[in-house]
């Protein structure tokens, strides 16, 4: 973390503070820590980080950003109404290969992949 926080005052060393963010994350991923929230803490210093050395438009930022906070930067960058069609649709692919296999009942694809079972029927329909 010592060297993350240092790396950007180093003159000319821009592509080194990016790399310095993606090292610091493979660290980050096979630590193992006593709880979540001392990891959410460590993950949210470097998310600081990123918010002080990036510019808020920088792709690299983002990358960064989505590193650190997975499906939550989808969330923030999205928005909540285009995740939630992007989970639906998912579901839907899935139950659709499910009901192509045809060794899963209705309710147990709608159980699978929380779709309602109207839902179901009605993409098997389709089929």
Known sequence: MIEL???PILPDKRQDIINQFFKTSE????????????????CGLVLMLTNIYFDELEEVR??????????IDCVVEFG?????????????DLAKNLLSEGSFS???????????LEKVKELKMTL
């Open 62 to 71: 983002k990358k960064i950003q989505g590193v650190y906070m997975g499906k």
């Open 5 to 7: 926080a240092i790396t």
């Open 80 to 92: 909540q109404e285009k995740y939630d069609a992007g989970v639906r649709d998912k579901s839907e």
């Open 27 to 42: 660290i980050i991923s096979r630590i193992t820590f006593p709880n979540e929230d001392i990891k959410n803490s460590v």
């Open 106 to 116: 209705d309710e147990k694809i709608s159980q699978l992949t929380d779709l309602p």
